[in-house]
């Protein structure tokens, strides 16, 4: 079987099965994880011949997408914000969505101008936020949170491999290990599924841990709103706090910051155009 052969039938096998909208593209990726090549030498080299251990692998791993794997937990790899980000099994798979977050926390920490930059990246899951605003921004000081030891190992990893020597972890359910930590911004995308929309998500979906996608509540808001009322003890006098949320939340997110004290309550938009990101800076200084 030639290159071209097993992109032509992994394609197949994942059309036929229903697993995912992009048969072509997962394929594509996975024969080219199962060679080491990237996307452009999988077509100049189409006439090459894969090896029988090569084969076997290749289709090993269309099986498994067959059966709803997402790819990036197949090729332990997933693009975020132009840096691939490990990834395997005990992590949310990282979305393009979320990039908002990561723009919207860089544009405020940008507005708050030379003062100290220590930068809270709650719910950090693969640490593909907290990791990039690191990167992207050389002055800040970024601490990465999870509830999840398996996690944070993950994010431990990237920190690693992607350098971020000006990012670190703590393990913490929310703001409970934080003592008296305060930063100048936090961020966070925690889970906020409500479990009847659950219920509706893919298969793909359903094989990312539940931990990182369900809030418990019926609208799915309870983390966020501890988040909320909890940050004010968190946060420097004019520091931001920036959710990511479901586009149905905003409203009731946007109320929650009012109700704190937060002032510059402001939506952004995702690459959907749908209202994603609630962002608000905490100016009282009763706290
Ligand atoms: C939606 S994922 C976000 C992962 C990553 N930040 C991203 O955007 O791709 C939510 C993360 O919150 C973590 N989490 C869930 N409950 C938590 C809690 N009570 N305290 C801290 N982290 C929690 C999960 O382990 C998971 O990694």
Not at 122 to 141: F, K, P, Q, Y
Not at 177 to 202: G, V
């Amino acid at each position: 079987m030639v290159i071209e052969q097993a992109l032509t039938e992994g394609t197949r096998i994942i059309r036929e099965s229903g697993a995912g909208e992009t048969p072509l593209l997962d394929a594509s990726l996975l024969l080219c994880h199962t060679l080491d090549i990237t996307r452009v030498q999988l077509y100049t080299r189409g006439k090459e011949t894969l090896s029988p251990d090569q084969k076997r692998r290749f289709l090993s791993l269309v099986e498994k997408r067959k059966n709803h794997v997402p790819v990036a937990y197949l090729t332990n790899t997933r693009e975020f914000y132009n840096r691939d980000f490990y990834i395997n099994e005990d992590v949310l798979i990282p979305r393009g969505d979320t990039e908002i977050l990561v723009e919207t926390s860089l544009e405020l920490l940008d507005k708050a101008g030379n003062r100290d930059r220590t930068v809270l990246d709650m719910c950090t899951g693969s640490g593909c936020v907290g990791i990039t605003i690191a990167l992207e921004n050389s002055d800040s000081w970024v601490t990465l949170s999870d509830i999840s030891t398996k996690a944070l190992k993950v994010a431990q990893t990237n920190i690693s491999r992607l350098k971020a020597s000006n990012a670190t972890c703590i393990e913490s359910d929310l703001f409970e290990s934080m003592k008296e930590r305060r930063f100048s911004l936090i961020c966070t995308n925690p889970p906020y599924i409500a479990p009847q929309w659950y219920e509706q998500c893919s298969l793909q979906v359903k094989r990312e841990p539940q931990l990182a996608l369900i809030d418990d509540s019926p609208d799915g808001l309870d983390i966020i709103r501890k988040i909320i009322r909890q940050s004010p003890l968190h946060l420097h006098t004019n520091g931001y706090l920036v959710i990511e949320c479901d586009y149905r939340q905003i409203g009731e997110a946007m109320r929650l910051l009012r109700e704190e004290g937060f002032c510059e309550i402001t939506a952004h938009r995702d690459l959907g155009d749908r209202q994603r990101v609630v962002s608000g800076r905490y100016s009282c200084t009763r706290n």
